[in-house]
């Protein structure tokens, strides 16, 4: 006799509760689940129907957990979160002892490379998995263990851990400036050369909203270049074609090095530029506690 079948309840009403439960609402749980709010409230009355209790109460187009659905909503919270840890691990994307870091492509080339051997160094167990993804977080369909990106952009549900600041400042070759006088003013812009990164959704400074926090605009007669890349605008900014605007965690080698420099006064000062986020429903992992602590202490 197959038991464990008749103790289950219908099992197309466990992920309709678990997103309602989590989110206290069953219009939100229906477009996260790409469901109509009948649909959830349908499968949530059914498992109300076979558990023979109330789940939610239900108040002028609101709900909130009863007591049972409370109990209920945190053991079936951490079953699902145990099964897709598993079935996570049999499809290979996060073995023992390997973890997965998401983050922009600009933040790994610049920022994260030359720190990698730092990290082997604190945790040679550890074997860490680099994804880049350009777009918000939200439109990643893979599997990470942890994520960094702007602060601005789109997390969904993935907690957050903790956010980093960094400075934004216009940066150029030496050659580009040939000689003139520093620092460059900024109502001296309109003879320059403009390299501009264009993103969807913007970066949270660009040549426009840093050049308002100033009282500027930008000059209509600067000339300017268009990259979708930032890396590629950096690179464009290094062999003399203009003047970017610089981040300080992802230009500052190349500050030291010299093939760039700062050629302005001016400078905006971010508290929460960058975030780093768990992955939403995720197991407790040390290896990704590790990575984690080692962000902090990198970025902070």
Known sequence: MNKLGKSLPPLASLLPFEAAARLLSFSRAAEELNLTQAA??????????DLGISLFQRRNRAVFLTDAGREFSLTLGNALRD?????DRLRGVARKNEVVLLCQPCEAFHWLMPRLSNFHQQ??????????WANPLTDFQGYFDVAMQSSNRDHGLHPLLFTAADEVFPVCSPEYLQGRALPVALDE???????????????????DTWLATFG????????????????????????????AMGWRRTSQRMLDSGVLIAP????????????????HGQARREEA???????RAELN
């Open 264 to 279: 302005f006064a001016e400078s905006v000062h971010l508290s929460e530029a960058l975030s780093v986020y768990r992955r």
């Open 216 to 243: 500027h605009q930008v000059p209509r007669q600067a000339r300017g270049l268009v990259f979708d890349h930032y890396s590629l605008m950096l690179h464009a900014a290094v062999e003399g074609h203009g003047l």
């Open 83 to 87: 099964v897709g840890s598993t079935a």
């Open 123 to 132: 945790c040679p167990e550890i074997e860490l998995k680099m994804v880049t």
């Open 40 to 49: 959830v409230s349908r499968q949530i009355r059914a498992l109300e129907e």
């Open 189 to 207: 812009l309109g003879n320059h050369t403009l390299l501009h990164h264009d993103a969807l959704p913007a970066y949270q400074l660009e040549w």
């Open 289 to 295: 506690s590790l990575l984690v602590e080692w962000l």
